[in-house]
Each structure stands twice: as structure tokens, then as C-alpha cells.
């Protein structure tokens, strides 16, 4: 980057830091001021013993995790007063009411664009039961409906789909939507600034959507008004304020980038130099992404949208719709079926950790799963071992190198009891593997944005694609299998029952506190 650029990602990191010390303050203030009138005053002591007894009674009525509500359980009875301080701000969404209304406004409007095809459906139920279940579950509680006339291209590795994307960015001659968890203003973004300012010359409309917590410390406070002025349309999802604000545990981990509705691509990668190994911070990066080519773009389109429009109320909402869902100009040969999907946290349906569970439910001889984090919940733990009981295949890659420490000291403490279990863990030795995905016997896959973790499955908005029997399904069995032979199976090194128990209680430390990682 430029010198000027340089001096302005460090000015927005120091914005960061300023915030986060506000927000560090005004929580400390408060548990500070409720621990002074618990010591001076009979009255809020007793109130706080009934608070604290009232919270962990709602805790346990709530349909959550069993292990999520015990950890909080555990956390509040050891630090009543901080641990129900950050149960408000992380699990209660009080904040989130205005925007749950913008969504209903705004999905009443997108929906209806995305019908069910009842025949395709119909067709899957009599190839496959248990995948149009799966089909069935997803559009009934995401509203996203299965497709079969699609065709999807799998690529093994960010560098592969960057091109792809950025190829079939020039052909746009309608519209481009971006969407990303981070995005940096370094080399690998300035290759699609120059086809975005292009591109808006010629009439298209180009839209880019971003995280400001994921992309704060890759670009400058100027860089919106940089693409306001070039013509492109830029919004920031959830900006970092130094006040205290519930919702701002709520991330936009999302990653997708459409084409005139026509063309849709979605994955692990964001748009930053060490995703495609511009820069190699964690040894080699792995990472993967889907093309999707056909009818399920819609879907991707509608994902955009609805958090395009719902997101900020003081942003003028879109008048028509109808222009980002062209009409199928060919029907094209059945390619197997793709379900594009997304989560969000503004409901109790944890649609990620579902898809996770039913594929691996559903496993007959197989299941293979590569993760970044490996944060997980008592169902999913038991689904993997109860899968590798009962004679599937189960494996799971991580990686060798981590980006964060703390965070791969935590998924360490779940390989023992998995392991135990029959289920063999892999860790990626050539560097930091970043896809998410998951496939189970050639037919079902799903490829996406999901970290098998506490803040993918439970806090952040996501995005995956649901597969079955397409080209995609076996290009990344394919890429699974030439990757096992880069990796370490560390089944002998992680045997819980010969850890020290020092280790073992850091272990147990660590998931008390998953919720905050």
C-alpha cells in the first residue's frame, strides 16, 4: 500500500483500540458500580442473588445447547456479576428488534421471488429421502428453495475461484453485488477495483458490503467515500462505535459475489492478499470456493439484499426488486441439486450446526470435515462419535499452522474425547487450512462460510450451499483425498487420558470461556 493508505488503516486500527478501551471502560463501570451497591446496600445485594437466580432459571427454560447453558451457568455462579454483565450483552438480543422488523419488511418483499419448485422436490424425495428432508428443512425454516437446474464448480483453492470470479466480474453488463466478511485494500483488492470502476462506466451497478470489525485493520476510514466517488455503492455492516452496544457481537461472516443474478460465487475466501498466498502469514493458505451457474443465484441475490436493505434503517430501501431476478433463459440439464442457504443469529434456529448434524446423521460410509476452529457443542460431539461407532469414516482436518493461538488451543481440547471415539483428526502441516466444508459418501455436501465454532454456528450471519449428487460433491471428495497425505493424523498425540492435569483444567478454562473466542 501507498504511504497515505498506510498512515489511514493505521488511523482506522486506532479507532479500534479507542473503541474497544471505551467499551472495556463502560463494561468495567458497570460491574464495578453494581459490586460497590452490593457491598453498601442490603437491598441491591439481595436483588442481585434474586437476578442471578431468576437469569440461570431462564437459562435452563431456553432452547439452547445443553453445554451452552451450562457454561454460562457455570460462568454466572463464579462471577455473578460479570458473567451476567456479559450474558446480557452476548445472548439477549434486546438490540436486535428494529432490524427483526426491517428483515420482515424486507423479506415480505424478496420472497416471493424465490418459489419452491413442489416437481424438483418430488424428483429428489424419489432419488434420495433423507437429502430432500434435508431440502425440506432448509426452505422451510430459511425460505431458500432446492434447485436442479444449476451447475456448480467446485475450486479446490482460492486462487482458482478468485480468477473465475474475477473473469466472469468483466462479463457483467446488469449488476455486481459484494459481500465479505474482510476486505483489504491491497493488491488482491485492487485488482477488482479496477474491473468495479470499469464496470461502472459501462452502466453497471456495483454495490460492495463489508464488516467493519473483520475488515477494520485491512482498510482506511476514507475507503467508502473512495468508492462513492468512483460510483460504487458502499456500506459498512455494523460499524464500531466507542459505546457500549449490544449488537455488536453480531458479524456479518459472510463471503458471496453475484452477477447479473445469472452467476454467484461463495466459499471460504475473502478478498485480502493471504487468502490466495499473496502474502503467507501461516505457512500455505488453504481455502476453497463454489461457482454457481443457473436458477439458485436467486438465492445468493436475495441473501444480499435483504441485509443490504434491512440492515440500516436511515439508508434509502430499494423501490424494485423484480430487475436482480432475471427470468431462466434455458432450461438446463439436471446437474444434481443445490440449495443455497443462510443463518442468522436473529432467530433460534441454528439452520449451520443443523446442516452439519444431518449430513453427519445421515452418513453411511463416510464423512469428511475441514474446519479452521473446531469449537464444538455436546450434539455435535456426540453425532461425530456416534457416526464413528457405528463404522462411518469420520474425519476432520484442521490446521498445522494457526492464526490464532487461543483460539487452536481450544479446538485441541476437543480432539481427545473425538479421538477416543474412533473419529481421526488430521492437521493441515503445509500451513492454515481455512475452508469450511463438509461431504459424506459422494451424494451430500455443503460448502460455505461455517466454521465448526461457537461464533459461526451461533453469533455470526452466515452463508453455505447445500449439494447433493452434483459435479461439485465429487470434485471436492477428490480434493479431500489429495490432501490427506499433507496432513498429520495426530491420533497418538492427543489421548485425553494421558494429558497432565494442569493441561486438562486450561482445557476445561478454555471452554468455559468459548463464547467470548
Avoid at 153 to 181: D, L, N, V
Avoid at 208 to 215: A, E, K, N, T, V
Avoid at 409 to 431: C, D, K, R
Amino acid at each position: 500500500m501507498t504511504t497515505r493508505k498506510q498512515r489511514y488503516v493505521r488511523s482506522n486500527i486506532g479507532r479500534f483500540f479507542v473503541a474497544v478501551i471505551f467499551i472495556s471502560i463502560q463494561i468495567t463501570w458497570i460491574v464495578l458500580m453494581f459490586m460497590k451497591l452490593n457491598e453498601s446496600f442490603k437491598w441491591v445485594s439481595i436483588a442481585i442473588k434474586v437476578g442471578t437466580a431468576v437469569l440461570v432459571l431462564y437459562i435452563c427454560s431456553v432452547p439452547k445447547n445443553a453445554s451452552v447453558r451450562l457454561m454460562w451457568i457455570v460462568f454466572i455462579a463464579f462471577f455473578p456479576i460479570f458473567g451476567i454483565t456479559m450474558y446480557l450483552m452476548i445472548e439477549l438480543s434486546f438490540a436486535t428488534g428494529a432490524m427483526k422488523k426491517r428483515y420482515k419488511k424486507t423479506d415480505a418483499q424478496l420472497f416471493p421471488f424465490l418459489p419452491q419448485n413442489n416437481t424438483v422436490l418430488h424428483e429428489l424425495e424419489k432419488e434420495d429421502v433423507s437429502a430432500a428432508n434435508m431440502a425440506r428443512y432448509l426452505h422451510v425454516h430459511t425460505g431458500f428453495p432446492v434447485y436442479s437446474n444449476t451447475d456448480i464448480t467446485y475450486f479446490p483453492s482460492a486462487e482458482e475461484a478468485f480468477i473465475a470470479q474475477k473473469e466472469a466480474m468483466r462479463h457483467a453488463q446488469q449488476f455486481i453485488f459484494m459481500e465479505y466478511f474482510i476486505i483489504e485494500d491491497a493488491e488482491s483488492f485492487q485488482e477488482i477495483e479496477a474491473i468495479l470502476e470499469q464496470k461502472v462506466q459501462e452502466g453497471v451497478e456495483v454495490r460492495i458490503f463489508y464488516d467493519d470489525i473483520g475488515s477494520i485493520k485491512r482498510i482506511s476510514r476514507k475507503f467508502n467515500k473512495r468508492m462513492q466517488a468512483k460510483g460504487i455503492r458502499c456500506h459498512t455492516f455494523n460499524p464500531i462505535r466507542p459505546v457500549f452496544n449490544m449488537f455488536l457481537n453480531y458479524r456479518d461472516h459472510r463471503k458471496m459475489t453475484i452477477i447479473d443474478g445469472k452467476i454467484g460465487f461463495t466459499g471460504g475466501y475473502n478478498i485480502a492478499n493471504e487468502y490466495f498466498n499473496i502474502v503467507r502469514m501461516h505457512g500455505h493458505w488453504k481455502d476453497s470456493g463454489i461457482k454457481l451457474t443457473g436458477e439458485a443465484v436467486k438465492s445468493l441475490t436475495c441473501m444480499f439484499l435483504e441485509m443490504w436493505n434491512a440492515v440500516n434503517s436511515r439508508d434509502a430501501d430499494d423501490a424494485d426488486f423484480s430487475r436482480y431476478f432475471p427470468k431462466s433463459e434455458r432450461i438446463m440439464k439436471r446437474q444434481g441439486y443445490v440449495q443455497p442457504y443462510s443463518d442468522s443469529p436473529l432467530d433460534n434456529e441454528h439452520t449451520s450446526e443443523n446442516v452439519y448434524l444431518n449430513i453427519i446423521n445421515n452418513a453411511e460410509k463416510y464423512c469428511y470435515i475441514m474446519t479452521p476452529y473446531l469449537i464444538i457443542m455436546d450434539e455435535m460431539t456426540k453425532a461425530l462419535c456416534l457416526a464413528a461407532k457405528r463404522g462411518v469414516d469420520v474425519r476432520i482436518i484442521t490446521p498445522g499452522i494457526p492464526d490464532k493461538k487461543l483460539v487452536h488451543a481450544a479446538t485441541h481440547s476437543y480432539y481427545g474425547q473425538l479421538i477416543n471415539n474412533g473419529v481421526q483428526i488430521y492437521e493441515y502441516t503445509e500451513g492454515f487450512c481455512h475452508a469450511k466444508m463438509c461431504i459424506a459418501d459422494n451424494k451430500n455436501a455443503t460448502c460455505g462460510t461455517i466454521n465448526l465454532d461457537y461464533r459461526s454456528l451461533y453469533h455470526n450471519f452466515e452463508n453455505g450451499v447445500f449439494m447433493h449428487r452434483t459435479r461439485a460433491v465429487r470434485a471436492i471428495k477428490k480434493d479431500f483425498d489429495s490432501l490427506f497425505p499433507q496432513c498429520e493424523n495426530v491420533g497418538s498425540k492427543y489421548n485425553y487420558k494421558k494429558h497432565p492435569y494442569r493441561l486438562k483444567v486450561l482445557q476445561i478454562c478454555l471452554r468455559l470461556v468459548s463464547p467470548l473466542l
